[in-house]
């Protein structure tokens, strides 16, 4: 039988009840006789409500959660309408309207269980209908325990029509049964309102729990409250939130795609309902919706934290992990949603890019200086001034009409091309006829007319306005045809306009239009302009609308109402562009870069963090956004480096430069008639020190890429915030302003104009400058501690524990690739240290799945010996690799002889406070042994 508790309150509620009246009578008496005065003053309470059928109630202070039941007024007249209570609140952002503790839905009949589920129904108790929506009043509900850490919450309307939910092809769930023992226990209340509560067994901790008032669920207004066991919330996105941890003061957040700056608190390019909580003590859960229908996050803050969801369409459909450690909450959202893929190895390289370029002698030019000035860069982008007109798969052949041939310059040189792709397809006649003659055999309007793959309406392709003009929007949810066409078009623009690019890159594709709706506005009904309207930027306009910068709601698509799919174009795209360049370079791994994403993109595709701005503010916000999307599964993220709006300064830029070599996708990208700021724009000193920092970048790829092995096929982090780490050290919840690549670096970077020092948190263990090895000194705890900041460097510290295999750097990953190797190890209080190198070609596909990959594991114990392991030899380096150097942190004595496999060598020198193993050549592909004898004085 499943374990879980059926919480009969009705029974205890009687109880309660009769106790009560006898102590109040009790009570009343003896305050009449001692303290009539005090009666009169108080009897008139705070906050008061009737409603005909409900008992009266009073509110005299908060001692719950409060679930806000404002309808479209926001009235006292129809709050009270409603059923529910109209109070005044101290806090601004509290809601005036809450809904009683008696509202919501009841279990109707008994709970069926079995070893993996319990199935019951719920009937709603008093309401009719929300927002003029008529509620489900009868509900099925399952619960799946389908793993010792993981489980699954689904509530579906008993009725012959079903609410659309996500398909299957778009998120395949990985939610097989799995054996083992629960982490969990799962109990549902009856009374006084239905709930669903589950508890870590280990703790006690209620990590999930629904028995709160306010249960909605109807055709296009759903809505549920969660209490939450702790205030440490982090998740929900896309936002610009400015902070990892949120702030819980009543904050709304709308998740809807959306193309917008990501200044403010409004909703952006992706949608992923999906949160963590890190537990008073340390655990951490997450809970993920599969809902892809627009919603608001409503979160309140403590003492009674908690999250409501208010969902304008599909079921309410919650996956929770249980962790219990913040990394492997997030490896099991993972690998539900899906599993990262696996970038190219010249991906992590630096990249270089602009909007504005006016021909292809000035992106030849820009490239050309930052060569010159020795700065380390893999790719060179083309945003769209390269297409003719805007039209997607053309160049213009006057102002880049050299582009095939400065491609197979980068190529031949070790550089790659990536091109920008919208997804509109320009439609007006006449430009369309302008660029035939441009691109001869160019057909790309009328072949998606004959595939039928574009967006309909009302049995019409739905016409807007984007960059080419007039716009139709191919139907990427048909995945099949429209992988067809996609392919189609890839292979002309290779072939026919003769350009290979080594990447695309999809942009506006929330998706982005100029227009509101479509050419000829949206009809008013109840998909554009639906009951409830999240409050999103522009939400507000004709009187409540959705598509303001998009299309219009009801347009028809493979999967369902765009109003129902709005959130998963650029998932649907990133699908079809990943099948289509799979199918056309088989064997070949493919590189995409995606601007809107939902949960599980990542399987297709890396994302940027969009249009921000050349400023200080944005420089911190890029690092909270790479922590969130490393939640979200995402490990190949980064923003902007010195911003994409306005003009970037000197020192801004600099420091941006060295933060952005340790993000993991890195490219400096600024927007049209801004200053140029790519590294090469600047003068010697400020071209020396980016050289040296995105030098040091391509000296740990190596590391980086095990990093993004292990993304790939554990579903772990690459950048990942200090709690993941420790999260029993409650310093380190709230910080975002540091961040770790790996668990092995600490990055602390400046963040802030004319800053030379700066307050930097070590949690416990070793820790050691790079630079120099001097140990950062303290208690075994954690400590604060001030760290020098000078212009010249960023703070970077190696944690004691961990052995990083680092590569002598070159000015692309290509040639880096073929250079000595070496390791970096720092040693903990024990003095041990591990570490892994995964190596392959950096390109095929599945490499590490088909087995053709080199693994090594690396062991450095008893403060003298080192044992270099390889664990899978199917796979042999170019330029027969070798380790040359290996740089000890941590180790207080000098070793007076070195012994590498049997063999003595002298060579073991001092820098600073590392101590460096030189002098030999050690074959990667074989096992070694290095012992030091240390100095006996």
């Known amino acids: 039988m499943a374990n879980y508790n059926a919480v009969d309150e009705e029974a205890k509620v009687k109880n309660k009840r009769k106790m009560v009246i006898v102590f109040t009578f009790i009570a009343v008496i003896l305050v009449c006789a001692i303290a009539a005065p005090i009666i009169i003053s108080q009897s ?28 479209r007024k926001g009235t006292e007249s129809e709050c009270k309408q409603n059923g529910c209570i109209w109070q005044r609140t101290k806090n601004p952002r509290a809601p005036r309207c809450i809904y009683p503790k008696t509202m919501g839905y009841q279990i109707e009949g008994q709970v069926r269980s079995t070893d993996q589920s319990l199935q019951f129904s719920i009937r709603q108790k008093l309401n ?81 729990n629904s028995s709160v008032p306010g249960l909605m669920l109807s055709e296009q207004f759903l809505q549920i409250t969660n209490r939450l066991p702790s205030g440490n919330l982090y998740g929900f996105g896309e ?52 809902n892809s229908n627009g919603m608001d996050i409503q979160v309140q803050p403590e003492p009674f ?218 009809q008013r009904n ?12 522009e939400g507000e306009k004709d009187n409540g609308s959705l598509y303001y910068q998009t299309i219009c709601m009801d347009a028809e698509q493979h999967w369902g109402k765009h109003y129902d799919v709005h959130n998963l174009y650029g998932h649907s795209e990133s699908m079809v562009t990943n099948r289509a360049l799979r199918e056309l370079f088989p064997g070949k791994r493919p590189f995409i870069l995606t601007r809107s994403t939902f949960s599980g993109t990542s399987a297709y595709a890396a994302k940027w963090l969009g249009d921000n701005r050349s400023q200080w503010s944005d420089m911190h916000w890029s690092i909270v956004g790479l922590l969130e999307f490393s939640i979200f599964g995402f490990p190949m993220i980064g923003a902007d480096i010195c911003g ?116 930097a948190y070590f949690p416990k263990g070793r820790w050691f400058d790079y630079y120099k090895g001097v140990e950062i000194p303290g208690p075994e705890s954690g400590r604060n501690v001030t760290l020098n900041a000078p212009l010249s460097n960023l703070n970077l510290h190696l944690r004691g524990g ?23 190890v720092a040693l903990n209080e024990n003095l041990e240290a591990f570490g892994t190198l995964f190596l392959d070609d950096g390109e095929s596909d599945y490499s590490f799945q088909n087995g053709i990959y080199l693994e090594l594991q690396f062991h450095f114990y008893g403060g003298e010996r080192l044992d270099i392991n390889v664990v899978h030899n199917k796979f042999t380096p170019a330029g027969n690799l070798t380790f040359n150097t290996i740089d000890i942190y941590g180790l207080h004595r000098h070793p007076s002889d070195v012994i590498v496999d049997g063999s003595h060598i002298k060579s073991a020198s001092q820098i600073s406070n590392i101590i460096r193993l030189s002098g030999f050549q050690l074959d990667v592909t074989n096992n070694h042994t290095i012992t030091l004898e240390m100095d006996k004085r």
């Open 128 to 208: 009719k209908t929300i927002f003029d929506t008529d509620i489900h009043q009868l509900v099925d509900v399952r619960v799946d325990m389908y793993s010792p850490k993981s489980l699954r919450i689904k509530f579906m309307p008993n009725g012959t029509s079903k609410p659309f939910e996500i398909p299957e092809e778009a998120i395949p769930v990985n939610d097989e049964h799995q054996a083992g023992e629960k982490l969990y226990n799962v109990t549902i209340q009856r009374g006084p309102v239905f709930g669903i509560i589950v508890t870590r067994r280990s703790t006690g901790t209620v990590v999930f």
């Open 239 to 290: 936002h610009n939130h400015q902070r990892f941890k949120h702030d819980l003061n009543w904050k709304t957040w709308p998740m809807f795609t959306r193309d917008t700056t990501p200044t403010d608190d409004w909703n952006l390019y992706g949608s992923h309902p999906v949160y963590m909580n890190v537990e008073r003590d340390g655990n951490a859960n997450m809970v993920f919706l599969r």
């Open 644 to 759: 994409f709006n306005g003009n970037a300064t000197y020192e801004m830029c600099l420091r941006w430069h060295q933060l952005g070599a340790f993000y993991p996708f890195s490219r400096n990208h600024n927007g049209i008639y801004q200053t140029s700021q790519d590294p090469g724009a600047w003068n010697q000193t400020f071209t020396s020190n980016v050289r040296r920092h995105l030098s040091l970048r391509y000296k740990l790829l190596p590391y980086t890429y095990t990093l993004f092995k292990e993304a790939h096929v554990q579903g772990t982090t690459v950048v990942r915030p200090l709690m993941f780490e420790f999260p029993a050290d409650s310093h380190t919840w709230d910080i975002d302003n540091q961040f770790l690549l790996g668990s092995s670096l600490l990055i602390s970077p400046v963040l802030q104009e004319n800053v030379r020092r700066i307050q």
């Open 802 to 824: 961990n052995i990083i295999p680092v590569q002598k750097p070159g000015n692309t990953t290509k040639t880096s690739r073929l250079n000595p190797m070496g390791l970096l």
């Open 305 to 522: 934290p908690a999250v409501t969801y208010r969902v304008i369409g599909g079921v309410l459909d919650f996956f929770v992990f249980l962790g219990p450690t913040p990394g492997e909450a997030v490896q099991q959202y993972v690998k539900t949603v899906g599993m990262p893929v696996m970038p190219p190895y010249w991906s992590l390289g630096f990249h270089l890019c602009r909007y504005g370029y006016k021909n292809l002698a000035e992106m030849q030019s820009v490239r050309q200086r930052n060569i010159n000035a020795g700065i380390p860069f893999d790719t060179q982008w083309a945003d769209i001034d390269y297409m003719y007109k805007k039209f997607d798969f053309t160049y213009d052949k006057v102002k880049f009409s050299k582009f095939p041939d400065f491609t197979n310059e980068l190529h031949n040189s070790g550089q790659k091309l990536v091109v920008i792709v919208d997804p509109g397809v320009g439609a007006n006649q006449n430009i369309y006829k302008e660029a035939q003659k441009n691109s001869p055999g160019y057909d790309m309007y009328n072949d998606g007319q004959r595939r039928d793959i574009f967006i309909k309406m009302n049995g019409s392709e739905l016409q807007g306005q984007v960059w080419p003009g007039l716009t139709v929007f191919p139907d990427f949810t048909n995945l099949k045809n429209t992988t067809e066409f996609w392919k189609y078009w890839i292979r002309y623009f290779m072939q026919n306009e003769t350009i290979h690019a080594d990447g695309l890159w999809i942009d506006m594709n929330e998706p982005s239009n100029f227009v509101a709706g479509s050419q000829r506005g949206c």
């Open 526 to 537: 109840r998909w554009n302009n639906p009951p409830y309207v999240m409050p999103i930027l």
């Open 44 to 71: 008139k309470p705070q906050y008061q409500y009737k409603h005909t059928g409900l008992p009266q109630q009073q509110l005299t202070s908060q001692n719950d959660v409060m679930v806000d039941c404002s309808g």
